[in-house]
C-alpha cells in the first residue's frame, strides 16, 4: 500500500449511503491521464477520484505536498494509471492544511466541511 497525503470529497455526496464509491448520480467520464495532459499531482493539485479507469464521477480529492505515485505509471492504483488531474490551488493551501487536520469519525470530517465557491482561473 502507497501512502499518500490527500483530503477527499465528492458533490453532494449522501452521507448515508455507505457504499464505495458513493452513489453519486453522475454519470462516469473518461480518464484523462497525466501523461496525456502534463497536469501531475504537485501541492495542491485538485483531482479526480475513481475505482478503475473511466470510472470517475463526482468525487475529487486535493493533493496535500507533491504526490508522483498518483500519476500515470504510479503505484498508489494497480492499474498504473494514475488519476486525473485537473487544476489546483492557486490561494488558500492552508485552508487545505486545516481541513486536513480536522476532527473525523472514521474518514468523515466532523462537522462536515462545505465548499462554497469556486473560482476557475484561466491563464
Known amino acids: ?22 452513489n453519486s448520480g453522475f454519470d462516469p467520464i473518461p480518464l484523462e491521464r497525466t501523461s496525456s495532459t502534463g497536469i501531475r499531482h504537485v501541492d495542491g493539485a485538485i483531482s479526480m477520484a475513481r475505482m478503475g ?15 508522483p505515485e498518483l500519476d500515470f505509471g504510479g503505484k498508489r492504483n494497480p492499474d498504473g494509471q494514475g488519476f486525473a488531474a485537473f487544476g489546483r490551488v492557486t490561494r488558500g493551501m ?12 472514521n474518514q468523515r470530517l466532523t462537522p462536515q466541511v462545505v465548499i462554497t465557491s469556486v473560482m476557475k482561473k484561466t491563464r
Open 53 to 67: 479507469p473511466d470510472t470517475a464521477t463526482s468525487g475529487f480529492f486535493f493533493c496535500i505536498g507533491d504526490q
Open 1 to 22: 500500500d502507497v501512502k499518500i497525503e490527500v483530503i477527499q470529497g465528492a458533490v453532494n455526496p449522501d452521507f448515508r449511503d455507505d457504499s464505495y464509491p458513493p
Open 94 to 105: 492552508d485552508v487545505i492544511r486545516k481541513i486536513q487536520m480536522s476532527p473525523r469519525e
